[in-house]
């Protein structure tokens, strides 16, 4: 195929082949059965780490870890500016670890520099956000008719198990423990077994910020099983999950037993909507960033393009023109554009389904087919591929495909536009390009997804809201809500008349 490609570049040697352990109660250890999972680069395909393949005795000695450091430890109830002041000190230390961080996450999940030193940077500017948010949440004085007094206080949940995909591997486990900690709870992590090295590189680093031995645990092992167990774990009282839609199903029916406090960050189909009077530059290069960012591997990838009829022949021409320039390749060039995907089961699954696009009469416009790529033979690499004669009713236009393709159709009228938006069991995100700022407001308004993004191809910030409407789950993170989704609110109702109350009148 006619994708460009980069030269290769080599990691440090020092990074390979380590074998990475858990942290628990503030120990680096192994697993009970000191069974291991080996860890890949998907660019190459190489092993390049272990990690400990836990169990669920593992499992039980993480959450007595954090359960004892809730209970009986002094997080929760250290100032909030101690915990603040922790809380940026991580933030210092993954500044001074930034590129090393940055080099970790490319060899364990073949994303781009560009997309790894962005998001290390989130992460770091998440636990800056939540250091500073945590001084302000707080609890109300309420009105009450005299002569009582009623006041609520945030009081932290207990201890978070918490369970992350593989596409954003550090962002994801900042996500979540920064408000966790934050509010003083204590956390169990489980990364994805595909990409764990970062999420134990930073429970190290809380550490030596000065989060106390407990607080913070990460265990490594299959999520069927260990996550599973996690869930339904009678010591733990809330779970945070960022996933698959049907993983975040089961993890709901099962932490129903023990009533656990759950959000859940799901799936998403998200429409990208071009208007007829948008920047059309601007709408095909922020359209390609929003579909072929991060490998097309994002929760919120805008993977259906609908384009205003009247513009639509002008749009594509440029639209596939850009795409096939995207180059793929050395994933430590700030030149590439596409990096790899995680597994060779995931580019399978990538073109199941544009095989079965084809096969409902669709039409591949680029790409199309797993790539091979010079001095990465052995990694896993899908062409960035669109796909025109699309009706929305297709398989390919309604299931997440978690991948770099795109579905594109047009639409005649505003209205049409926001039906075919609509049409999908998921509601993460959308994006608009148009210049009316009428038009704006009224789609905004009547697009059912958690984020809207208006000209531009970002999503989200430390402080805005992320998650999702519909089947892209419930909660917020990334903002001040998260706070209140890791605490309880207490409201206490005080009589202050001086007469005893005698409501029978005995
Ligand atoms: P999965 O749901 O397969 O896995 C996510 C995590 O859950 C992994 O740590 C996994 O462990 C674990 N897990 C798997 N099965 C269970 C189970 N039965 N009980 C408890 N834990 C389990 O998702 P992917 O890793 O494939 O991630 C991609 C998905 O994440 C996409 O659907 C994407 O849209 C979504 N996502 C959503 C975001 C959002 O904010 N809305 C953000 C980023 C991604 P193991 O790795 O060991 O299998």
Avoid at 36 to 55: C, H, Q, W
Avoid at 234 to 244: L, N, S, V, Y
Avoid at 438 to 443: C, E, S
Wanted: glycine share 10%; charged share 20%; proline share 5%.
């Amino acid at each position: 195929m006619s994708q460009a490609v980069k030269e290769t570049s080599h990691f440090p040697t020092e990074m390979k082949r380590q074998a990475y352990k858990m942290v628990i109660n503030g120990e680096a250890v192994e697993a009970g059965s000191k069974d291991t999972i080996t860890v890949y680069n998907p660019a190459t395909g190489e092993a390049i780490a272990s990690v400990p393949k836990a169990d669920k005795a593992d499992v039980d000695r993480a959450v007595e870890a954090a359960r004892q450091a809730f209970d009986h430890g002094k997080w929760k109830k250290s100032p909030v500016g101690k915990r603040s002041r922790v809380l940026n000190k991580i933030a210092a230390i993954m500044r001074k670890r930034f590129n090393e961080l940055v080099e970790l996450e490319i060899l364990n999940s073949g994303k781009t520099l560009m997309a790894a030193q962005g998001q290390v940077m989130q992460a770091i500017e998440d636990f800056e956000f939540y250091a500073g948010a945590i001084v302000g949440h707080r609890g109300a004085v309420n009105n009450v008719p005299g002569p009582f007094f009623n006041y609520t206080q945030k009081e932290p949940i207990g201890v978070a198990g918490q369970i992350i995909p593989w596409n954003y591997p550090i962002m994801m486990a900042a996500w979540k423990i920064a408000p966790a900690i934050a509010t003083g709870c204590s956390v169990v992590l489980k990364p994805a077994s595909l990409t764990p090295i970062t999420a134990i590189i930073l429970t190290e680093i809380c550490h030596e910020a000065g989060v106390p031995a407990g607080v913070v645990n990460v265990i490594t092992g299959p999520g069927a099983k260990i996550g599973t167990y996690l869930v339904e774990h009678e010591g733990i009282d809330k779970i945070a999950f960022t996933g698959e839609t049907t993983t975040g199903k089961d993890i709901m029916a099962k932490a129903s037993q023990t009533l656990k406090r759950v959000t859940l960050e799901l799936g998403g189909k998200s429409p990208n909507l071009v208007f007829p009077d948008a920047d059309l530059d601007g709408a095909v290069d922020g359209s390609l960033f929003g579909i072929f960012y991060n490998t097309g591997q994002s929760c919120e990838a805008r993977s259906r393009l609908f384009v205003h009829e009247s513009i639509y022949d002008q749009f594509m021409e440029k639209f596939i023109g850009k795409t096939k320039k995207l180059t793929l390749g050395d994933p430590m060039s700030q030149s590439t554009h596409v990096g790899s995907i995680i597994s060779q089961a995931q580019v399978d699954a990538i073109h199941d389904y544009v095989e079965s696009a084809k096969a409902e009469g669709a039409t591949v416009a680029a790409g199309g087919d797993q790539v091979k790529v010079e001095g990465y033979e052995n990694g896993y690499w899908y062409a960035p591929t669109i796909i025109t004669g699309v009706t929305n009713d297709m398989k390919v236009a309604q299931e997440e495909i978690f991948g770099p393709v795109v579905v594109v159709m047009s639409f005649k009228d505003e209205k049409e536009a926001v039906k075919l938006a609509n049409d999908t069991k998921y509601g993460l995100a959308a994006a608009i390009w148009a210049k009316d700022q009428g038009l704006i407001k009224r789609v905004s308004d009547k697009i059912q997804a958690g984020i809207i993004m208006v000209n531009t191809p970002f999503s989200a910030f430390p402080g805005t809201p992320f998650g999702g409407y519909k089947q892209s789950g419930f909660g917020r993170e990334l903002s001040i809500e998260s706070l209140d989704l890791y605490t309880e609110t207490k409201s206490v109702l005080s009589y202050i008349g001086g007469k005893p109350l005698n409501p029978f009148n005995l």
